[in-house]
């Protein structure tokens, strides 16, 4: 059998407390499946580089990333992955299962598709999978904890754009999407998640799902969606001046 990892898990963390330690449970739970870890730290300074370094002959990698972006530290956990499938697990995540990996490579073996999407639930009560029909104007459609990437992917297609800090993943599931990648839904609860809201402020969050959708759409058909964007979050609250 080979020696090299059939999937990745990459985790990225700044200041996580007590979020990390769970997440990192799930993915070192035993398994039916070679897996390896990745942990890239962005510099944190609440206990997680004392405690990784103690444990450090669990992961295949411990890498140190000082004051580095998620997305810059998803794209160095990427260089340092050797498994044939990717995963990317944030702090408060946790894989539904030691054996949710296994399933997921049982399917992975019988399809040509390039990315495999299962369900989340979050800690909310929310459930998220890949729709029946995609409509990739509305937004990121593929939840980041329940989609496993083929490694290849990324050294076909490029890395996450690290200019975009909050709207990455959706960038580059359009950029899949357009390069005509097949994403396959999974009958398979993947992951349970905790509550991800984005540091950079609900403007920079609108601001950059609309230049996504421009950078692949015309303009003609992004501005409904944009118009869209903005309407919802200012209904929910979240603009400057709604509380």
Known sequence: MSAEPACSLLVTCRNP?????????????PRRAKVEVIVVDQGSTDGPPA?????????????????AGRVAAANAGLERARGDWVHFLRPGDR????????????????????VGVGETASDLGEL??????????AGEFAPPAGTFYRRSL????????????????????????KGRVRFKPLP???????????????????????????????????????????ARATWRGLLPGRG
């Open 17 to 29: 407390g007590a979020r990390l330690g769970p997440t990192l449970a799930s993915a070192l739970e």
């Open 51 to 67: 405690w990784l370094e103690a444990r450090r002959g669990e992961y295949a990698a411990v890498v140190k990333l000082p004051g």
């Open 95 to 114: 894989l539904a299962g030691d054996g949710v990996v296994a399933e997921v490579l049982v399917w992975a073996r019988k399809t040509e598709a390039g």
């Open 128 to 137: 998220r999978r890949l729709p029946a029909r995609v409509n990739a104007l």
């Open 154 to 177: 990324f050294a076909e297609n490029g890395p996450f754009d690290a200019e975009l800090p909050v709207a990455a993943d959706y960038e580059f599931q359009l950029r899949l999407w």
């Open 188 to 230: 398979i609860r993947v992951a349970a998640c905790g509550a991800h809201r984005p540091a950079a402020g609900p403007w920079a969050s609108w601001r950059e799902e609309g230049a996504v959708r421009r950078r692949y759409f015309p303009l003609h058909r992004s501005l409904p969606w944009d118009a869209l964007g903005l």
